[in-house]
């Protein structure tokens, strides 16, 4: 039992490039985030998905789109990177199921290092 | 508003001292979580603690204690006996019933541990 795995772990892009970050979680949740965290600061929610085939804006989505490719999975890509989108990105997954004891509880990934240059 | 305040940016103390993380709270909704979790240099993010609105029983874990009081909005963490693998970032976030499935997210207290 993986928890919520992320790919790759560490990227460098020139600004302009494009990628796409990967996230998978084998806990059966049914709800997965993707958020950005800057030095110093709390994490931001850039788009999450509730459940299959449904995807929502979070605090920060400007320059992301995402993709809930089935219950496992969710990336993250990013179109023409930027300066300003150098951050850590972490993954999150959780179960919306009443009554269940870790209900709402965002289980995350280990984090992937995004530096653009 | 909808927020958490963290307002201890960093705590310093020195090893098996006892140490109180302060977390403060607003929300208009009557049924919410709330979550304590704590990021080591390594990075990575690690729950630690959901506690319901409507329980609000003190929780121990170990070394670790949650004091919730709706009447003053707080959340508090302590860590009793404090060891340098306890030095990290601690998070407290909110998740209000009608928050779409957002966590609201306090600022963070780094903590250190001295030998």
């Known amino acids: 039992n993986a928890g919520v795995t992320q790919t790759p772990k560490f990227q460098v892009l020139k600004t302009g490039q494009s990628m796409t970050l990967q996230c998978a979680q084998d806990?059966?949740?049914?709800?997965m985030y993707w958020y950005r965290q800057d030095p110093g600061m709390g994490l931001r929610l850039i788009y999450y998905s509730a459940s299959e085939g449904t995807t929502d804006k979070g605090e920060v989505p400007n320059g992301y789109n995402v993709s809930r490719l089935n219950k496992r999975e969710f990336s993250l890509r990013l179109e023409s990177a930027a300066p300003s989108q150098t951050s850590v990105y972490f993954c999150?997954?959780?179960?919306?199921?009443?009554?269940?004891?870790?209900?709402?509880?965002?289980?995350f990934g280990p984090g992937t290092r995004l530096l653009v240059l | 508003a909808q927020k958490v305040t963290q307002a201890q940016t960093e705590i310093s103390v020195v090893e098996k001292e006892d140490v109180t993380l302060d977390c403060v709270y607003e929300?208009?909704?009557?049924?919410?979580?709330l979550f304590w979790y704590k990021q080591p240099p390594s990075g990575e993010l690690v729950f630690l603690i959901r506690?319901?609105?409507?329980d609000e029983q003190n929780e121990i874990s170990g070394r670790y204690s949650w004091n919730f009081q709706k009447s003053t909005s707080s959340f508090n963490f302590t860590i009793t006996a404090s060891q340098v693998v306890d030095s990290a970032v601690y998070f407290c976030a909110l998740n209000p019933m009608d928050s779409n499935y957002q966590l609201i997210w306090g600022a963070g207290t780094k903590l250190i541990i001295k030998p």
């Open positions: 999150a997954s959780s179960i919306l199921f009443p009554g269940l004891a870790d209900q709402e509880t965002q289980y």
């Open positions: 929300t208009r909704d009557t049924t919410y979580y």
């Open positions: 806990m059966n949740h049914n709800s």
């Open positions: 506690r319901n609105s409507f």
